[in-house]
Protein backbone atom coordinates (compact mmCIF):
# COMPACT_ATOMS: atom_id res chain seq x y z
CA UNK A 1 0.00 0.00 0.00
CA UNK A 2 1.40 3.50 -0.54
CA UNK A 3 2.00 5.98 1.94
CA UNK A 4 -0.18 8.49 2.82
CA UNK A 5 1.41 11.02 0.02
CA UNK A 6 0.44 8.64 -2.69
CA UNK A 7 -2.91 7.40 -2.02
CA UNK A 8 -4.26 10.31 -4.12
CA UNK A 9 -3.24 10.77 -7.55
CA UNK A 10 -3.88 14.54 -8.10
CA UNK A 11 -2.30 16.12 -11.03
CA UNK A 12 -2.34 19.97 -11.68
CA UNK A 13 -3.12 20.62 -15.73
CA UNK A 14 -4.05 24.21 -15.77
CA UNK A 15 -5.32 26.05 -13.20
CA UNK A 16 -33.46 5.52 3.40
CA UNK A 17 -37.39 -2.02 9.70
CA UNK A 18 -39.70 -0.01 9.88
CA UNK A 19 -42.88 -1.13 10.43
CA UNK A 20 -44.43 -0.75 6.35
CA UNK A 21 -43.37 2.38 5.54
CA UNK A 22 -45.58 3.92 3.13
CA UNK A 23 -44.26 4.56 -0.24
CA UNK A 24 -41.99 7.25 -0.99
CA UNK A 25 -42.61 8.99 -4.13
CA UNK A 26 -39.74 10.68 -6.28
CA UNK A 27 -39.97 14.27 -4.93
CA UNK A 28 -41.18 13.18 -1.28
CA UNK A 29 -39.00 14.68 1.39
CA UNK A 30 -37.30 12.54 3.55
CA UNK A 31 -35.92 11.94 7.17
CA UNK A 32 -32.70 12.57 7.00
CA UNK A 33 -29.79 14.33 8.75
CA UNK A 34 -29.70 17.87 7.66
CA UNK A 35 -25.57 18.34 8.56
CA UNK A 36 -23.54 19.15 5.12
CA UNK A 37 -20.14 19.90 5.07
CA UNK A 38 -18.25 22.76 5.45
CA UNK A 39 -17.44 24.36 2.59
CA UNK A 40 -14.24 24.70 3.30
CA UNK A 41 -13.41 21.01 2.82
CA UNK A 42 -14.60 21.15 0.00
CA UNK A 43 -12.43 22.40 -3.58
CA UNK A 44 -14.86 23.66 -6.26
CA UNK A 45 -13.31 22.44 -9.36
CA UNK A 46 -16.67 23.25 -11.50
CA UNK A 47 -19.48 25.13 -10.63
CA UNK A 48 -21.66 22.50 -9.66
CA UNK A 49 -18.51 20.29 -9.18
CA UNK A 50 -16.77 19.64 -5.53
CA UNK A 51 -13.79 17.44 -4.70
CA UNK A 52 -13.15 16.49 -0.59
CA UNK A 53 -10.39 14.94 1.00
CA UNK A 54 -11.90 14.04 4.46
CA UNK A 55 -10.41 12.45 7.46
CA UNK A 56 -12.12 8.59 8.60
CA UNK A 57 -8.98 7.83 10.52
CA UNK A 58 -5.96 8.22 11.91
CA UNK A 59 -3.23 8.37 9.65
CA UNK A 60 -0.26 6.14 9.41
CA UNK A 61 2.45 5.40 7.06
CA UNK A 62 0.09 2.94 5.13
CA UNK A 63 -3.31 5.00 5.54
CA UNK A 64 -3.88 8.41 4.85
CA UNK A 65 -7.09 7.64 6.68
CA UNK A 66 -9.23 9.47 4.17
CA UNK A 67 -11.81 9.14 2.16
CA UNK A 68 -12.20 11.09 -1.43
CA UNK A 69 -15.52 12.26 -2.09
CA UNK A 70 -16.73 13.73 -5.69
CA UNK A 71 -19.47 15.62 -5.17
CA UNK A 72 -21.87 15.90 -8.29
CA UNK A 73 -24.67 19.25 -9.08
CA UNK A 74 -27.26 17.42 -10.84
CA UNK A 75 -28.41 20.93 -11.86
CA UNK A 76 -24.84 21.33 -14.08
CA UNK A 77 -24.03 17.38 -14.77
CA UNK A 78 -26.16 14.74 -15.93
CA UNK A 79 -25.19 11.31 -15.30
CA UNK A 80 -24.65 8.67 -17.90
CA UNK A 81 -24.27 5.17 -18.55
CA UNK A 82 -21.39 3.76 -20.54
CA UNK A 83 -21.66 -0.08 -21.24
CA UNK A 84 -18.85 -2.12 -23.15
CA UNK A 85 -21.76 -4.82 -24.51
CA UNK A 86 -23.27 -1.85 -26.57
CA UNK A 87 -21.57 -3.05 -29.32
CA UNK A 88 -20.21 -6.62 -30.02
CA UNK A 89 -17.09 -6.07 -30.24
CA UNK A 90 -16.99 -3.14 -27.22
CA UNK A 91 -14.28 -3.64 -24.91
CA UNK A 92 -12.72 -2.33 -21.47
CA UNK A 93 -11.64 0.65 -20.64
CA UNK A 94 -10.33 2.01 -17.63
CA UNK A 95 -11.94 5.54 -16.16
CA UNK A 96 -9.63 7.56 -17.71
CA UNK A 97 -10.54 6.08 -21.02
CA UNK A 98 -14.09 6.14 -20.83
CA UNK A 99 -13.70 9.69 -20.33
CA UNK A 100 -11.33 10.66 -22.98
CA UNK A 101 -13.80 8.84 -25.16
CA UNK A 102 -16.86 10.30 -24.47
CA UNK A 103 -15.91 13.60 -23.69
CA UNK A 104 -16.60 12.86 -19.45
CA UNK A 105 -15.64 15.03 -16.73
CA UNK A 106 -15.38 12.01 -14.22
CA UNK A 107 -16.08 8.18 -14.63
CA UNK A 108 -16.90 5.38 -12.14
CA UNK A 109 -17.88 1.57 -11.23
CA UNK A 110 -21.42 1.28 -12.66
CA UNK A 111 -21.74 -2.01 -10.38
CA UNK A 112 -20.01 -5.34 -9.91
CA UNK A 113 -19.89 -7.51 -12.99
CA UNK A 114 -19.92 -11.63 -13.99
CA UNK A 115 -16.94 -13.60 -14.77
CA UNK A 116 -17.21 -12.33 -18.90
CA UNK A 117 -16.17 -9.03 -18.01
CA UNK A 118 -19.28 -7.48 -19.75
CA UNK A 119 -22.43 -8.86 -17.77
CA UNK A 120 -23.34 -6.69 -14.72
CA UNK A 121 -24.15 -9.11 -12.06
CA UNK A 122 -27.84 -7.33 -11.20
CA UNK A 123 -30.09 -4.87 -13.45
CA UNK A 124 -28.04 -2.66 -15.56
CA UNK A 125 -29.66 -0.94 -18.39
CA UNK A 126 -29.99 2.42 -20.40
CA UNK A 127 -33.54 3.47 -22.12
CA UNK A 128 -31.61 2.13 -25.47
CA UNK A 129 -29.63 -0.90 -24.04
CA UNK A 130 -30.09 -3.64 -21.20
CA UNK A 131 -26.98 -5.32 -20.35
CA UNK A 132 -28.86 -7.06 -17.79
CA UNK A 133 -32.42 -7.49 -17.17
CA UNK A 134 -32.71 -9.27 -13.81
CA UNK A 135 -33.36 -7.31 -10.67
CA UNK A 136 -31.92 -9.52 -8.08
CA UNK A 137 -31.54 -9.44 -3.95
CA UNK A 138 -29.41 -6.48 -3.95
CA UNK A 139 -31.80 -3.55 -2.33
CA UNK A 140 -30.53 -0.62 -3.77
CA UNK A 141 -30.81 1.08 -7.51
CA UNK A 142 -29.19 4.26 -8.86
CA UNK A 143 -31.48 6.19 -11.32
CA UNK A 144 -31.19 8.70 -13.69
CA UNK A 145 -31.95 9.90 -16.85
CA UNK A 146 -35.53 10.94 -15.28
CA UNK A 147 -38.30 10.02 -18.09
CA UNK A 148 -41.19 12.42 -16.82
CA UNK A 149 -41.08 15.84 -16.50
CA UNK A 150 -41.07 16.71 -12.30
CA UNK A 151 -38.86 14.03 -11.70
CA UNK A 152 -36.18 14.06 -9.39
CA UNK A 153 -32.87 13.66 -11.79
CA UNK A 154 -31.20 11.11 -9.68
CA UNK A 155 -32.48 8.92 -6.73
CA UNK A 156 -30.92 5.73 -5.11
CA UNK A 157 -34.13 3.59 -4.79
CA UNK A 158 -34.23 2.00 -1.36
CA UNK A 159 -36.32 -1.44 -2.58
CA UNK A 160 -37.46 -2.55 0.52
CA UNK A 161 -38.78 0.84 1.71
CA UNK A 162 -39.89 2.56 -2.01
CA UNK A 163 -41.90 0.99 -4.69
CA UNK A 164 -39.25 0.53 -6.97
CA UNK A 165 -41.56 -0.86 -9.78
CA UNK A 166 -43.14 2.89 -9.96
CA UNK A 167 -40.49 4.98 -9.24
CA UNK A 168 -38.04 2.34 -11.71
CA UNK A 169 -40.50 3.47 -14.33
CA UNK A 170 -39.65 7.07 -14.53
CA UNK A 171 -35.98 6.55 -15.53
CA UNK A 172 -34.28 5.41 -18.39
CA UNK A 173 -31.11 4.62 -16.82
CA UNK A 174 -30.86 1.97 -13.85
CA UNK A 175 -27.53 0.51 -11.79
CA UNK A 176 -28.44 -1.97 -8.81
CA UNK A 177 -26.35 -2.84 -6.56
CA UNK A 178 -26.00 -3.39 -2.53
CA UNK A 179 -27.68 -1.02 -0.30
CA UNK A 180 -24.95 0.45 2.37
CA UNK A 181 -27.11 2.94 3.41
CA UNK A 182 -31.00 2.43 3.87
CA UNK A 183 -33.06 5.78 2.92
CA UNK A 184 -33.95 6.07 6.58
CA UNK A 185 -30.30 6.64 8.06
CA UNK A 186 -29.66 3.03 9.05
CA UNK A 187 -26.49 0.96 8.24
CA UNK A 188 -27.59 -1.84 6.62
CA UNK A 189 -24.29 -4.09 6.30
CA UNK A 190 -23.76 -7.05 8.11
CA UNK A 191 -20.56 -6.95 10.51
CA UNK A 192 -17.90 -9.15 9.51
CA UNK A 193 -13.65 -9.20 9.97
CA UNK A 194 -12.73 -9.35 5.86
CA UNK A 195 -11.63 -5.80 5.02
CA UNK A 196 -11.15 -4.32 1.38
CA UNK A 197 -11.49 -0.84 -0.67
CA UNK A 198 -14.04 0.38 -1.57
CA UNK A 199 -16.05 3.00 -4.13
CA UNK A 200 -19.87 4.11 -3.81
CA UNK A 201 -22.46 6.07 -4.66
CA UNK A 202 -24.45 8.18 -2.29
CA UNK A 203 -27.55 11.28 -2.54
CA UNK A 204 -27.16 13.88 -0.26
CA UNK A 205 -30.21 15.88 1.33
CA UNK A 206 -29.83 18.54 -1.81
CA UNK A 207 -30.26 15.73 -3.99
CA UNK A 208 -26.34 15.73 -5.22
CA UNK A 209 -25.04 12.84 -5.82
CA UNK A 210 -21.39 11.48 -3.63
CA UNK A 211 -19.21 9.25 -5.39
CA UNK A 212 -16.94 8.37 -2.25
CA UNK A 213 -13.81 6.29 -2.80
CA UNK A 214 -12.07 4.74 0.21
CA UNK A 215 -8.72 3.09 -1.10
CA UNK A 216 -7.71 1.33 2.56
CA UNK A 217 -9.26 -1.93 3.40
CA UNK A 218 -11.89 -1.52 5.74
CA UNK A 219 -14.76 -4.18 6.86
CA UNK A 220 -17.53 -2.45 5.08
CA UNK A 221 -19.56 -1.90 7.95
CA UNK A 222 -17.26 -0.02 9.40
CA UNK A 223 -16.02 1.83 6.60
CA UNK A 224 -20.17 2.90 6.05
CA UNK A 225 -19.95 3.99 10.16
CA UNK A 226 -17.16 6.41 9.19
CA UNK A 227 -18.98 8.07 6.75
CA UNK A 228 -22.08 8.56 7.93
CA UNK A 229 -20.16 10.60 10.74
CA UNK A 230 -18.35 12.76 8.18
CA UNK A 231 -20.71 15.67 7.97
CA UNK A 232 -21.92 14.85 4.14
CA UNK A 233 -25.98 15.08 4.72
CA UNK A 234 -26.12 11.62 3.17
CA UNK A 235 -29.00 10.40 3.02
CA UNK A 236 -28.53 6.50 1.53
CA UNK A 237 -25.56 4.81 -0.32
CA UNK A 238 -24.64 1.90 -2.10
CA UNK A 239 -21.99 0.22 -3.32
CA UNK A 240 -20.48 0.06 -6.51
CA UNK A 241 -17.47 -2.00 -6.74
CA UNK A 242 -14.51 -3.01 -4.36
CA UNK A 243 -10.78 -4.41 -4.47
CA UNK A 244 -8.16 -3.13 -6.90
CA UNK A 245 -10.70 -2.48 -9.47
CA UNK A 246 -12.64 -0.21 -7.27
CA UNK A 247 -11.90 3.28 -9.49
CA UNK A 248 -12.31 7.15 -9.92
CA UNK A 249 -10.96 9.04 -12.08
CA UNK A 250 -11.97 12.93 -12.66
CA UNK A 251 -10.63 15.68 -14.85
CA UNK A 252 -12.14 18.62 -14.24
CA UNK A 253 -11.65 22.52 -13.55
CA UNK A 254 -8.24 22.25 -14.80
CA UNK A 255 -7.16 19.21 -12.49
CA UNK A 256 -7.04 15.30 -13.08
CA UNK A 257 -7.77 13.17 -10.18
CA UNK A 258 -7.34 9.09 -10.35
CA UNK A 259 -7.82 6.76 -7.38
CA UNK A 260 -7.61 2.82 -7.30
CA UNK A 261 -8.64 -0.05 -5.04
CA UNK A 262 -5.96 -1.57 -3.33
CA UNK A 263 -5.33 -5.49 -3.08
CA UNK A 264 -6.88 -6.96 0.12
CA UNK A 265 -4.48 -6.97 3.08
CA UNK A 266 -4.39 -11.27 3.05
CA UNK A 267 -3.84 -11.11 -0.55
CA UNK A 268 0.00 -12.34 -2.08
CA UNK A 269 -0.42 -9.11 -3.70
CA UNK A 270 -0.53 -7.03 -0.48
CA UNK A 271 1.58 -4.02 -0.71
CA UNK A 272 1.76 -3.74 -4.23
CA UNK A 273 0.29 -0.71 -6.22
CA UNK A 274 -2.17 -1.85 -8.93
CA UNK A 275 -2.60 0.02 -11.31
CA UNK A 276 -5.68 1.18 -12.81
CA UNK A 277 -7.73 -1.69 -14.25
CA UNK A 278 -9.96 -1.93 -17.46
CA UNK A 279 -14.15 -1.97 -16.44
CA UNK A 280 -16.89 -2.89 -18.79
CA UNK A 281 -19.49 -0.20 -17.40
CA UNK A 282 -19.05 2.88 -15.37
CA UNK A 283 -21.25 5.73 -14.72
CA UNK A 284 -19.91 8.41 -16.61
CA UNK A 285 -20.35 13.13 -15.34
CA UNK A 286 -21.09 14.78 -18.22
CA UNK A 287 -21.73 19.06 -18.22
CA UNK A 288 -25.02 20.22 -18.67
CA UNK A 289 -23.76 23.74 -18.57
CA UNK A 290 -21.00 24.62 -20.95
CA UNK A 291 -17.56 25.25 -18.80
CA UNK A 292 -15.13 28.13 -19.23
CA UNK A 293 -12.20 28.80 -17.14
CA UNK A 294 -11.25 32.08 -15.20
CA UNK A 295 -8.65 33.25 -17.31
CA UNK A 296 -11.08 32.53 -20.32
CA UNK A 297 -13.85 34.84 -19.14
CA UNK A 298 -11.20 37.94 -17.58
CA UNK A 299 -9.66 37.78 -21.51
CA UNK A 300 -12.52 37.94 -23.57
CA UNK A 301 -12.30 38.09 -27.58
CA UNK A 302 -13.48 41.30 -28.80
CA UNK A 303 -16.23 42.03 -30.90
CA UNK A 304 -15.79 42.36 -34.27
CA UNK A 305 -18.26 44.57 -36.24
CA UNK A 306 -18.05 44.76 -39.83
Known amino acids: MRAATAYLSVIRLVGTSLAMVAVVAAQSPLPVTEAVPPEGDWRQLEP ?8 IDRPTDLDPGVVGVLRVDPDRFRLRLFMASVKQDGRALTPRQWCRHHGLVAAVNAGMYARDYRTAVSLLRT ?6 PRVTKHMAVLAFDPLREGTAPVQIIDRELQDFEELSRHYGSLVQSIRMVAIDGRNVWSAQSRA ?3 VAAGIDTAGRV ?4 CRAAYPMRDLIDRVLALPLGLRNMMYLEGGPVAQIYVNAGGEEIELVGAFAPDSPAAGQ ?3 PSPVPN ?6 LVPYAPAEATEHPVPWVLD
Do not use: T
Not at 48 to 55: D, I, R, V
Open 48 to 55: GLAWAELP
Open 127 to 132: RRHVNN
Open 196 to 198: WSA
Open 210 to 213: LFVH
Open 273 to 275: VPS
Open 282 to 287: VIGVMR
